[in-house]
Every structure is written in C-alpha cells, then in structure tokens.
C-alpha cells in the first residue's frame, strides 16, 4: 500500500476504533524502543572495540619503544664491555692521553701513524659509553665502526683530512642499515638504504663514524627527550636540558665522548644546545652543505631554512668539520649544494673587521647574563682594534611572530601529527606545545581577545591568522623576502657585514620549560629566516649577581612568557652562557673568524 493511502487509512481507524489504533501505536513504539536499544548496544560494543583497540596499540607503542630502547642498551653495553681495560694499564694511560688531543692534534698523529685508527676508536667508544651512563646522551652504536677502523689502518695512507677520526652522529642522519626514527615506534624496522650525504663525504674523508646521539620526538623542540630512547641530561645540571634538537650531541662532546659531531638547525637545533653544554656550534647558509639523508620534523616547510650543522669543543675544529665537507665529493653526491670549497685564506685573515652587535630583541629581552655576555665579547673586540656598531634588527616582533611563527607552523601541525605522531604515544614535554600547534583557529583567536588586555605578546603569538590557503602561504614568504631585504639594506647603510648577539634568550632551561619559552628562541630562527650563517661560542658563566639581578628582571613586561623564562632560569648560577655571531649568506669561513676570534679574546675554554 502507498504511505499517502496508509496514512489516511491510519486516520480514518484512529476515529472508528479508537482503542486498535492504541494497540498499533503501542506495538511501533515498543518496535522503536527495541530499536534504540539494540542500535545503542551495537554503538556501545563498537566504541568499547574501539577504546580497547586504541588501549591495545597504545600499549604495543610502549612495548616496541622499550624493546628499542633495551636492545640499544644492551648494543652499547657490549660495546662498552668489548674495550674495558683496567684503569691501571698502560692502555688506560694512553687512552686519556688520545681523549685530551685536540681534533687537529688528533687528525695530525693518526695521519703520521703515530696512533691507529682502531686505537683511537675504543678510547673514544669507552669513553662515549661511559658519559652515556651519566647523560643518556646516545641512542645506539654504529655496528660496523671497528670494521670501518680496520680499513683506515689498512689503507696504509692518510684518506683525507679527518683519517681515522670517530665522529657523531645525530640520530636524524640515515646510516645505511640502521632505523632513523626521530623518536617514533612506526619506523622502527625501516632501515636506511643508504647514508645520508655527509656520512658518505666523511667516510671519503677517513672519518669513523662510531655513535648515534639522542633528540627530542620530532626534532622540534629545545628539549631532548623521546618515548623511544629517553631523555637526555645537561652535562653542567641534571636537573636541566642539554637543549635540543641536537642535544644528545652537545652532551656527548661537552661531556668528552666526541670530539667533533653532526646536527642540524631549523630554528637554533645547533646553537641553542651548544649553548646549553657550552661547546660550539655552527650552522652555515643553506645548502652549503647536504642535507640529502637527513629526516626533518616538517619536511616541505618553507621560509624558514633547516640546514645540517658542525659541532666541536672549539671553533678550529668547526672549521676542519666544515673544510673535510666543502669537497668534490660532496658536489658530486648533491648537485644542488653550491660548489663553493673552504676559502681557509678567508678564516685566516686578520685585518680589523667591522662588527655590528645588539644585546637584545625588544619584544623578547634577553635574562641578565645573556645581555652581559655580548657586552663583554664586544669590549673585548673592541679593546683588539675590532670596530663595533650598535645595529637594531628591523621589524623583530614582526619577523618571529608574523612571519617565523606562522611559517613553521603552516600546516597547522599536521605534517607532525601524522607523519610522525599519528598512533604514537607523545613525549611528556612535548605535549604541550603539539596541542598549541594543532589548536583550532578559532580557540586561537578567543584566547588571543581574552589575553590582549593583560599579556599583549601572548595574545598576539596566540591570535596570528594561520595560513590558511596557498595564495596566504606565497603572500607569507613574499612579506619573508621583502624582510631579508629589508634586513640586508640596514646592514649596508652601517657598512657591517658580520653580527654579535645573545645566543638564546636564557640560559639552559629545565625540561618542563621547553616548550613554555619558546619565544626565547627568537635569537636563533631569526638566522634562519634570513638563512644567515649562525654560530655560538661559550664566552662566561651565570653568575651570583645574575641570579640576584633576575629578581628584578621583567623582560617584555612580566607576562606568561617572561614568567616562564625567570622560573626556569633561577638557580643557574655555573651555567655556561655563549654569544652568538652571524655572517652574510655564503660568508661561513668570516663568519668562522669572527668566532675564533671571540673564542681567543674570552672563550671559556
């Protein structure tokens, strides 16, 4: 029957008989009812499968990263065990002696014969796995170390300039067989075919590549810590970061596990942990050097430029890091790098340089030693007939929060929620800051209009329009563009082609503060929106009069942000503190000199 006439015929015995059309009603009813009950059962059942599905990955997550982390515990232990020696033995005496050469030292006898290879690389692997019982700072040998050695001392000639040199590596750079996680369970069993492009130039140059050193989930964070391999320790306060992303790096060469290793730098991943340790750190102009093999948190990001980076005890072997890279054989392999070899007469040079320098960023003032450290370097290069000019980075608020804010997190977060995070169990001290980049437009703008009446800077950093098509994303990196010329047209009107300034907004942070200043970070990615080569070296200490100064400090006017930054640096006194130099695009080896040359005149040594 039609539901028109079935209708009518419903009203026409709802008149007639009143009491079976009841009946009726009553039986569709206790139909519906049944209905939803058997309709919310089958939806409880599935939410309940699904909850414990969800609970069951969770836990398979958990289980593989401790299978990880136990089984590169135990390759580490049987490293340490295979080049125990007693402490007392001549072997013992000469190994502290090969671990307190300087790189160039080290390269030099290795190169002549006077020490092997295979030598150098167990007094290096014991005491690597010795700090990594202190700082948690590697994630897993390199297995065919030893092997690598052995053909070093049977090539019966120097291969190159670091032959038989063990180097880091961080855990970001494929090595040809080993997992390259980034500190995720899902690419666990996912070898690398090959290794990335500067392991290869390394190799060529007789380098051993001998340990991999830990990062914070994802890379992008100043932190270091992971589900997978745990979490790092600053050398100098285990209470505090080694920074990050390169902090396993820093920890292991301050801590005198390496002598010379390998990071990269997206927004200060390089200087902000050099700092942190007190060792040195440099990142050239993009692709200066390879990148070819190296896993990013963001891959495809654009405006704010990632490059690997060098880190040493001293600036000297920065500059032998970076002059063993700048060869044939890097061209070769990757024919975007821009074929420029290590100008060495450059980094040499001694004529009276013209230095530009800052001591703060207005919108995010530095704590009373970072400022300190600058105008001590500068006085110092001063009083060395070095001309100093103070300079003021243009439109500063404008290129962090407008532009390097909204750049990096373009996607909204997406590519690092579902490359790397989707199904994982997310670092503790990365949490945070995930769900500041993945938050809603909208809650963003609401949370900016309630702000702005009491924290300015917060609600700004909160409420910036995200980029919401790709006409927005190429408007962005036009304004990007308009900006490093902008930047660049300041510097020509000093005359200055070289740049002094804070390294970082603190001193080393605890971990549970991050992902809290991350403002504080503006002194580095401001290079890497400009892609300008960027080093720090370790020039003082916090000192008591620091710590007392920080109880009157107020920073951009006491908001969030500042409140963050003095909770996590008060009681840093002992803490290495480093300045910062910056040089023009392609300019590294000037930018090399200036380093050494604050590193002659006040390094910490």
């Given at each position: 029957?039609?539901?028109?006439?079935?209708?009518?015929?419903?009203?026409?015995?709802?008149?007639?008989?009143?009491?079976?059309?009841?009946?009726?009603?009553?039986?569709?009813?206790?139909?519906?009812?049944?209905?939803?009950?058997?309709?919310?059962?089958?939806?409880?059942?599935?939410?309940?499968?699904?909850?414990?599905?969800?609970?069951?990955?969770?836990?398979?997550?958990?289980?593989?990263?401790?299978?990880?982390?136990?089984?590169?515990?135990?390759?580490?232990?049987?490293?340490?065990?295979?080049?125990?020696?007693?402490?007392?033995?001549?072997?013992?005496?000469?190994?502290?002696?090969?671990?307190?050469?300087?790189?160039?030292?080290?390269?030099?006898?290795?190169?002549?014969?006077?020490?092997?290879?295979?030598?150098?690389?167990?007094?290096?692997?014991?005491?690597?796995?010795?700090?990594?019982?202190e700082l948690n700072c590697l994630t897993e040998p390199i297995p065919d170390a030893l092997v690598r050695a052995q053909r070093v001392d049977a090539a019966g000639q120097p291969l190159g300039l670091l032959?038989?040199?063990?180097?880091?590596?961080?855990?970001?750079?494929?090595?040809?067989?080993?997992?390259?996680?980034?500190?995720?369970?899902?690419?666990?069993?996912?070898?690398?075919?090959?290794?990335?492009?500067?392991?290869?130039?390394?190799?060529?140059?007789?380098?051993?590549?001998?340990?991999?050193?830990?990062?914070?989930?994802?890379?992008?964070?100043?932190?270091?810590?992971?589900?997978?391999?745990?979490?790092?320790?600053?050398?100098?306060?285990?209470?505090?970061?080694?920074?990050?992303?390169?902090?396993?790096?820093?920890?292991?060469?301050?801590?005198?596990?390496?002598?010379?290793?390998?990071?990269?730098?997206?927004?200060?991943?390089?200087?902000?942990?050099?700092?942190?340790?007190?060792?040195?750190?440099?990142?050239?102009?993009?692709?200066?050097?390879?990148?070819?093999?190296?896993?990013?948190?963001?891959?495809?990001?654009?405006?704010?430029?990632?490059?690997?980076?060098?880190?040493?005890?001293?600036?000297?072997?920065?500059?032998?890091?970076?002059?063993?890279?700048?060869?044939?054989?890097?061209?070769?392999?990757?024919?975007?790098?821009?074929?420029?070899?290590?100008?060495?007469?450059?980094?040499?040079?001694?004529?009276?340089?013209?230095?530009?320098?800052?001591?703060?960023?207005?919108?995010?003032?530095?704590?009373?030693?970072?400022?300190?450290?600058?105008?001590?370097?500068?006085?110092?290069?001063?009083?060395?007939?070095?001309?100093?000019?103070?300079?003021?980075?243009?439109?500063?608020?404008?290129?962090?929060?407008?532009?390097?804010?909204?750049?990096?997190?373009?996607?909204?977060?997406?590519?690092?929620?579902?490359?790397?995070?989707?199904?994982?169990?997310?670092?503790?001290?990365?949490?945070?800051?995930?769900?500041?980049?993945?938050?809603?437009?909208?809650?963003?703008?609401?949370?900016?209009?309630?702000?702005?009446?009491?924290?300015?800077?917060?609600?700004?950093?909160?409420?910036?329009?995200?980029?919401?098509?790709?006409?927005?994303?190429?408007?962005?990196?036009?304004?990007?563009?308009?900006?490093?010329?902008?930047?660049?047209?300041?510097?020509?009107?000093?005359?200055?082609?070289?740049?002094?300034?804070?390294?970082?907004?603190?001193?080393?942070?605890?971990?549970?503060?991050?992902?809290?200043?991350?403002?504080?970070?503006?002194?580095?990615?401001?290079?890497?929106?400009?892609?300008?080569?960027?080093?720090?070296?370790?020039?003082?200490?916090?000192?008591?009069?620091?710590?007392?100064?920080?109880?009157?400090?107020?920073?951009?006017?006491?908001?969030?942000?500042?409140?963050?930054?003095?909770?996590?640096?008060?009681?840093?006194?002992?803490?290495?503190?480093?300045?910062?130099?910056?040089?023009?695009?392609?300019?590294?080896?000037?930018?090399?000199?200036?380093?050494?040359?604050?590193?002659?005149?006040?390094?910490?040594?």
């Amino acid at each position: 029957m039609p539901a028109e006439l079935l209708a009518f015929e419903l009203i026409d015995i709802r008149h007639t008989q009143p009491a079976a059309m009841d009946r009726v009603y009553n039986l569709i009813l206790d139909r519906v009812n049944a209905s939803i009950v058997a309709y919310t059962a089958v939806s409880a059942g599935v939410l309940s499968c699904y909850v414990g599905l969800k609970v069951y990955h969770r836990q398979q997550v958990k289980k593989n990263a401790l299978r990880k982390r136990e089984d590169s515990r135990k390759a580490l232990q049987d490293v340490q065990r295979s080049v125990a020696v007693e402490i007392t033995g001549p072997t013992a005496v000469n190994r502290k002696e090969i671990m307190s050469l300087t790189l160039q030292t080290l390269s030099q006898q290795l190169g002549d014969g006077q020490l092997s290879a295979v030598q150098v690389l167990q007094a290096f692997q014991e005491k690597a796995t010795a700090v990594n019982d202190e700082l948690n700072c590697l994630t897993e040998p390199i297995p065919d170390a030893l092997v690598r050695a052995q053909r070093v001392d049977a090539a019966g000639q120097p291969l190159g300039l670091l032959h038989g040199v063990p180097v880091s590596i961080k855990e970001n750079y494929n090595i040809k067989g080993m997992a390259t996680t980034m500190g995720v369970t899902k690419y666990l069993d996912s070898p690398a075919d090959e290794d990335a492009v500067i392991v290869q130039v390394l190799k060529k140059q007789g380098a051993v590549p001998f340990v991999k050193t830990n990062v914070p989930q994802t890379l992008l964070s100043i932190g270091c810590s992971n589900p997978v391999f745990g979490k790092t320790l600053n050398p100098f306060d285990p209470t505090r970061s080694p920074g990050g992303s390169s902090g396993g790096e820093a920890a292991l060469i301050k801590g005198g596990g390496s002598v010379l290793g390998f990071g990269s730098d997206v927004g200060g991943s390089v200087r902000v942990p050099a700092h942190f340790c007190g060792i040195c750190g440099f990142k050239p102009t993009g692709r200066r050097i390879s990148d070819r093999g190296l896993l990013k948190g963001s891959p495809g990001m654009q405006g704010v430029i990632s490059s690997p980076g060098v880190m040493a005890r001293d600036v000297d072997s920065l500059a032998l890091g970076m002059k063993a890279l700048l060869v044939p054989d890097m061209f070769l392999l990757d024919p975007q790098v821009v074929p420029i070899p290590f100008r060495q007469e450059t980094y040499e040079d001694k004529k009276p340089m013209r230095i530009g320098y800052f001591t703060s960023l207005r919108f995010c003032p530095p704590t009373p030693s970072m400022g300190r450290a600058v105008i001590m370097a500068k006085e110092a290069l001063k009083k060395a007939g070095h001309t100093l000019v103070a300079f003021d980075p243009p439109d500063e608020f404008r290129a962090f929060i407008d532009l390097t804010s909204r750049l990096i997190t373009a996607d909204n977060g997406r590519t690092v929620s579902t490359m790397w995070l989707d199904d994982e169990v997310i670092d503790e001290y990365l949490e945070g800051q995930i769900r500041v980049w993945t938050m809603p437009h909208y809650l963003r703008k609401i949370q900016g209009f309630l702000l702005k009446p009491f924290w300015p800077r917060v609600a700004r950093s909160f409420s910036h329009r995200l980029i919401g098509s790709v006409y927005d994303l190429w408007q962005r990196l036009a304004e990007r563009e308009k900006y490093v010329e902008q930047f660049l047209d300041e510097l020509k009107k000093k005359n200055l082609d070289l740049l002094l300034c804070p390294a970082f907004g603190a001193p080393a942070c605890k971990p549970e503060h991050a992902g809290k200043i991350m403002a504080a970070a503006a002194y580095t990615s401001l290079f890497n929106l400009l892609n300008f080569p960027a080093g720090v070296v370790p020039v003082t200490m916090v000192t008591e009069e620091d710590d007392r100064m920080l109880d009157d400090w107020r920073g951009y006017g006491n908001d969030a942000f500042d409140k963050f930054i003095k909770e996590t640096t008060k009681g840093a006194v002992g803490l290495p503190v480093a300045v910062q130099c910056v040089g023009l695009p392609w300019q590294e080896e000037r930018c090399l000199r200036l380093m050494k040359e604050v590193e002659t005149l006040c390094s910490l040594g």
